[in-house]
């Protein structure tokens, strides 16, 4: 029966031998792909996650920043407000202070102790939160002019 399909036994023989060798070649060729593109794979991934780490911490950064902005502008306005309220303290001169009743001076000494530490607290931070130096010495000025309201006070008060 092999005869009649006019392969011989060595032939039929060789004939499998060299379909099993391409087989096994095309067993390592798709081996070979799914390993390239796993590869491959692993290579998107890999960038993909550097993508995602560089967009995290560009959107951190830019958090961070905006944190820094609004705590300087806070403090900014903080500033502005005991500068305001500092500024009617300053009005009081020492001819209405001399003048003035115990309870009126007290009043106005609470205030500027108030003011002034309040204003000591706010120029360190504003100094670490990196507001403008030009509203820092005015700051620092505003609370000279305290402080020295403070003594001329205190020796209107002891006379």
Do not use: H, P, W
């Amino acid at each position: 029966a092999v005869r009649a399909l006019g392969l011989s036994a060595e032939a039929k023989a060789a004939r499998d031998q060299a379909q099993a060798a391409a087989r096994a070649r095309t067993a390592e060729e798709a081996e070979a792909f799914k390993g390239e593109i796993l590869a491959q794979t692993a290579e998107r991934q890999s960038q993909k996650a550097a993508v995602l780490e560089e967009r995290d911490r560009v959107e951190a950064e830019k958090a961070e920043l905006r944190a820094a902005v609004l705590e300087r502008s806070r403090c900014e306005m903080a500033l502005d407000k005991v500068t305001k309220r500092l500024a009617k303290n300053l009005q009081v001169d020492l001819e209405l202070y001399r003048y003035s009743g115990r309870g009126r001076r007290e009043g106005i000494d609470s205030e500027n102790a108030a003011c002034m530490e309040e204003l000591s607290e706010l120029i360190g931070e504003a100094e670490r939160t990196a507001v403008a130096a030009d509203t820092v010495a005015g700051a620092r000025e505003a609370l000279a002019q305290l402080e020295q309201a403070a003594e001329s006070r205190a020796a209107i008060s002891e006379s």
